[in-house]
């Protein structure tokens, strides 16, 4: 069984930076792919970043340059540093982990995801 256990959520500025935690509970940590989707109300869940298990990373455009996914094998923990942050960056934040078959790949899908935490909520103010 796995649990996720995000935080670091809050208020911040726009131009503002937050570090968001992930903590991988259970085994096999280096086997999954780590990802980073948010969701704002009304709307679908999106793809925020990924890094595979051989730390592979990838970013939806509208946060490439500014957010970087990075984790900690020995702490089986996931990080999302969040740079620049606008309004748009407001949403709840979710960490989500994938059981795959190589150290190289990561789903960007939600549906390609196999465990979710419950979220931590981001919000940028004007």
């Known amino acids: 069984q796995v649990e996720l256990v995000e935080s670091g959520g809050g208020l911040v500025q726009t131009g503002g930076s937050l570090d968001l935690s992930c903590v991988f509970s259970?085994?096999?940590?280096?086997?999954?792919?780590m990802a980073w989707f948010r969701q704002v109300p009304g709307k679908e869940r999106e793809f925020v970043a990924h890094?595979?298990?051989?730390?592979?990373?990838d970013y939806a455009d509208s946060v490439k340059g500014r957010f970087t996914i990075s984790k900690d094998n020995a702490k089986t923990t996931v990080y999302l540093q969040m740079r620049g942050l606008n309004l748009e960056d407001t949403a709840v934040y979710y960490c989500?982990?994938?059981?795959?078959?190589?150290?190289?790949?990561?789903?960007?899908?939600?549906?390609?995801?196999?465990?979710w935490g419950k979220g931590t909520l981001v919000t940028v103010s004007p």
């Open positions: 989500a982990a994938a059981e795959v078959d190589s150290v190289n790949y990561a789903p960007r899908t939600s549906g390609g995801m196999d465990y």
């Open positions: 890094i595979t298990g051989s730390d592979i990373v």
């Open positions: 259970g085994r096999g940590f280096w086997r999954f792919a």
